[in-house]
């Protein structure tokens, strides 16, 4: 990919107004899943040969993904209100179906890794969400992982590159 930064702000216009920051190289290693688990090295997701799913069931439904994040230690919450030393994530999706997940870094801002495109550091949690093909569904449930923060500053690999 030659131009990353020109194909996120393609991809989710919005980010341009409400900003954002590219914190990693482009990669196809991870997904957002992986990125919220803190692993680096392989792809999330269930039904996919070669993807890494933690559970014998291949259910791809929002439930099953909510039920991931359970097991990593989260629990549901009211909103994505920032709290000091608490880590919380943000699920996207719509009726049963999971799109996408970040995580609220302890500034408030948002990290999202977008597919085989970087990770991002983005100012709102909707920046990412609305109708174009690439943007994701609104957020239909926020999770906490309570009394803990784990940041992921020794993943962000670039720091700020926009």
């Given at each position: ?12 216009p919005?980010?341009?107004a409400?900003?954002?920051g590219?914190?990693?190289v ?7 899943v992986a ?7 392989q792809?999330?997701g ?9 559970f ?47 995580f609220?870094r ?5 990290s ?5 495109l ?43 590159l926009?």
């Amino acid at each position: 990919m030659t131009d990353p930064i020109g194909a996120i702000e393609d991809r989710f216009p919005k980010l341009v107004a409400e900003g954002y920051g590219l914190t990693s190289v482009p990669t196809d290693a991870y997904n957002c899943v992986a990125w919220v688990a803190r692993d680096i090295a392989q792809w999330w997701g269930p039904g996919v040969d070669g993807y890494y799913w933690p559970f014998p069931s291949q259910d791809d439904s929002l439930t099953s993904f909510i039920t991931l994040f359970r097991s990593l230690g989260f629990e549901e919450c009211p909103d994505g209100t920032l709290e000091a030393d608490i880590e919380k994530i943000a699920i996207y999706g719509n009726d049963d179906e999971f799109e996408h997940v970040a995580f609220q870094r302890n500034d408030g801002s948002w990290s999202s890794k977008l597919g085989e495109l970087g990770d991002i550091r983005h100012d709102r949690v909707d920046s990412i969400a609305g109708p174009g093909f690439f943007e994701y569904s609104n957020v239909v449930a926020y999770i906490t992982a309570r009394g803990k923060y784990v940041g992921h500053s020794a993943y962000e690999t670039c720091g700020a590159l926009k």
